[in-house]
């Protein structure tokens, strides 16, 4: 990169457009330090249409006031480490092997700011890893099979398990609601669909797609 690019703007935020996809908010203060050339490429960029900044944005960078509050992205990690906290107070290991805070959060896992098919991609290939690869198989020793035996044609094979299947099967065995019923189809669902999300970068190559549905699902 030449020399010349080599510029940065103080800070910017989310904000949202009339129908509420995200857009980039920045302040023209900042705007106004970079160079003609670099101010005519934000502009190239630039909405015509009415547009809000997110309240915590606003409130943080012209009220000085902290945010109110959490993001989904930290709620999430802030779970994985409570149920930690939980597997150990009934005296088994972690369920997640990694959790995320500070630094080992992966850069990935935040707001897609460009609404593209390779971003949401990456984004559930990170999310995968971070939800059933993540999940620690010492968890369920002792109390669940790793392995089941599977029919075939030359016999019968041992089939290693993986690990949403682990955690249905613990569910299965451990788990009920208050009024008794069996969840773990429900608990799974989301793992699953995280899955299949991610399978095309396992398997293809697809050209890239920009797409404003892609932030919503």
């Not at 980039?24 to 160079?35: E, I, K, P, T």
């Not at 398990?161 to 429900?186: F, M, P, V």
């Amino acid at each position: 990169m030449p020399e010349r690019d080599k510029i940065l703007i103080e800070t910017f935020g989310i904000g949202y457009d009339q129908n509420r996809n995200r857009v980039v908010a920045v302040f023209l203060r900042y705007l106004s330090d970079l160079s003609a050339e670099h101010q005519q490429m934000w502009r190239a960029h630039e909405l015509s249409q009415l547009c809000t900044i997110n309240s915590d944005y606003e409130r943080a960078s012209l009220w000085g006031m902290w945010p109110e509050h959490h993001s989904v992205y930290q709620a999430f990690i802030q779970e994985q480490i409570e149920i930690n906290k939980l597997s150990a107070m009934i005296g088994k290991p972690i369920l997640f092997k990694k959790t995320f805070e500070g630094y080992g959060r992966p850069v990935e896992f935040s707001i897609m700011l460009r609404p593209t098919l390779r971003a949401f991609q990456e984004f559930a290939h990170v999310l995968d890893k971070m939800l059933s690869e993540n999940l620690n198989r010492d968890f369920f020793k002792g109390d669940v099979s790793f392995y089941e035996i599977e029919k075939t044609k030359d016999g019968e094979q041992k089939k290693t398990l993986n690990t949403i299947t682990l955690l249905q099967r613990w569910l299965q065995k451990h788990y009920r609601n208050r009024d008794g019923e069996e969840k773990s189809k429900e608990v799974l669902q989301p793992f699953r669909k995280v899955r299949e999300a991610r399978q095309p970068v396992a398997h293809a190559l697809k050209a890239d797609v920009y797409d404003l549905s892609l932030p919503k699902k």
